[in-house]
């Protein structure tokens, strides 16, 4: 069987414009939750997010002509990716790009351009819409953007699954490389939602907390008194390889990809199913792909969006699967810190457990103060813990009921 | 409008839209051999045109605008 291991990280989010950033951020409980400035928020009842803060793309490498035709998810894409490729040194030959990939998972796609160029067909006619609304618009350019800068010629994925977007696209990339079909691969998530449209919307659903007067304590995963989700924008990438590959190039290996669960609730277009049980099912599809028992792990990378309905299932589905062994589970949300980052979720989520499992901390779920009566698990309160880890799991549970586990494991050779 | 005039502004909005500099922009300067502007560039330009001077240009003559001359001359005898 082909091994697939990280070898590089990349990120763009709230609390930092790189992976190392972002980490660092991460471990000293820093929030990226402030008050919105993309756009009014006075009839908002939500007026929060996480938005990228500083955020300079030709610092970043990219020409003014790129950053003029692209939509701020395609921005975050491209750039996530080329710091991923040059975490991980990595440099390979014309015949070798023909075997490396990209799947990227994107939530929404360029939803302001779109919005952006509705108001202009609405008030200046069809005449006036930019020749680029459909390549800022279509979630694939992200990928597609990623695979022209590298110029990697294998497969090109974009797999659309709501908040597990990112995850699908670790899980999609994780299979291309063990079926032998590609030897590298850029995988995550990128999304920049955070738009007049994007807000109402999740606004309208009762999805997002209104927590306004106290921006840092509005992400307050698995506490009881959490209200709702920050939609937040960014993206994560890992730079996926197999472990040949990687060894005779002497990279560097944050952790092992083992196996991956992918489940749908069937059930409901917002609720998760009851007790979660969709999302146990594929944490228990993704024990079993990797050949694990629910006692091999030490760590779980969650979900928790600080909703109501979303931590009191993912809890539930937590102790349901995993018994006794729960209570020893270290259980975080990243979310606590750099709000919901929607299709990006999932990739910067992974590289969170990629970076947890190499230097064997895992951050504080910020916020956490008192669970519900019923849960039971460690949520890794009041700040960063060193823990032992050898095999962790990162949670994402979508609206459409999407649920997607990526699981990794300590390297060893 | 003087054809001064509308030389300066199709220079400025060709280095808005095309991101070039605005000192490399001369009469025969072509946009897609030397500004590296394809052919969507282009129509983005050309629409900017049409908001600027108010005016439509149809999708047949927008092949004929080639070089910032063509644009100017185009604008002029309209």
Redesign the interface.
């Known amino acids: 069987m082909r091994r697939v291991v990280v070898t590089g990280v990349g990120a763009v989010t709230p609390v930092g414009n790189s992976a190392e950033e972002t980490w660092e951020s991460l471990l000293a409980g820093k929030s990226g939750i402030a008050a919105i400035t993309h756009f009014d928020t006075e009839k908002f009842s939500t007026k929060l997010a996480g938005e990228v803060k500083n955020f300079d793309s030709e610092d970043k490498g990219l020409?003014?002509?790129d950053a003029?035709?692209l939509d701020r998810f395609e921005i975050f894409a491209i750039t996530a990716a080329l710091e991923a490729v040059a975490d991980a040194k990595l440099e390979l030959s014309e015949s070798e790009k023909e075997r490396a990939g990209v799947s990227v998972g994107v939530g929404f796609g360029g939803i302001r351009s779109f919005e952006d160029n509705t108001d202009l067909l609405l008030t200046k006619g069809p005449?006036?819409v930019?020749?680029?609304m459909v390549?800022q618009m279509i979630p694939n350019m992200g990928p597609a953007y990623i695979s022209m800068h590298l110029g990697f010629k294998g497969p090109q994925s974009c797999p659309v699954a709501a908040c597990a977007s990112g995850t699908y696209g670790v899980i999609d990339a994780f299979r291309y490389i063990r079926e032998g079909v590609t030897d590298v691969m850029i995988a995550g998530g990128a999304e920049a939602a955070v738009t007049p449209m994007g807000v109402a919307g999740f606004m309208n659903m009762r999805a997002l907390s209104k927590r306004n007067d106290e921006p840092e304590k509005a992400s307050r995963p698995f506490d009881k008194d959490r209200d709702g989700f920050i939609p937040a924008e960014g993206a994560g990438m890992l730079v996926l390889e197999e472990l040949e590959h990687a060894q005779k190039r002497g990279a560097k290996i944050y952790a092992e990809v083992v196996g991956y669960g992918a489940t749908s609730d069937a059930h409901h277009i917002t609720q998760p199913a009851p007790r979660g049980e969709g999302g146990r099912r594929a944490m228990e599809m993704a024990l079993r792909v990797s050949g694990i028992t629910p006692e091999d792990v030490d760590y779980i990378n969650a979900h928790g969006t600080s909703t109501p309905f979303n931590d009191r299932f993912e809890t539930m589905a937590i102790q349901d699967l995993f018994g006794d062994h729960a209570k020893n589970l270290k259980v975080n949300s990243t979310k606590s810190m750099v709000g919901h980052m929607l299709g990006a979720a999932g990739g910067v989520e992974a590289l969170v457990v990629a970076l947890s499992i190499y230097h064997q901390k895992v951050h504080q779920t910020a916020n956490f103060e008192e669970g519900e009566e019923e849960f039971h698990l460690d949520y890794v309160a009041g700040g960063a813990q060193s823990h032992p880890i050898k095999y962790a799991l990162s949670n994402s549970l979508g609206f459409g009921g999407v649920n997607g586990v990526v699981v990794m494991k300590k390297f060893e050779d | 409008m003087e054809r001064n005039e509308i030389f300066n502004k199709v220079v400025e909005l060709a280095v808005d839209k095309l991101s070039a500099e605005k000192a490399e922009i001369k009469e025969e300067t072509n946009f897609i051999e030397d500004l590296n502007a394809d052919s969507l560039d282009v129509v983005d330009f050309v629409m900017a045109l049409e908001g600027e001077f108010d005016m439509e240009i149809p999708e047949d003559d927008v092949e004929k605008i080639k070089t910032v001359k063509d644009a100017v001359d185009y604008i002029v005898n309209k």
């Open positions: 020409s003014k002509k003029k035709r005449r006036r930019s020749p680029f390549t």
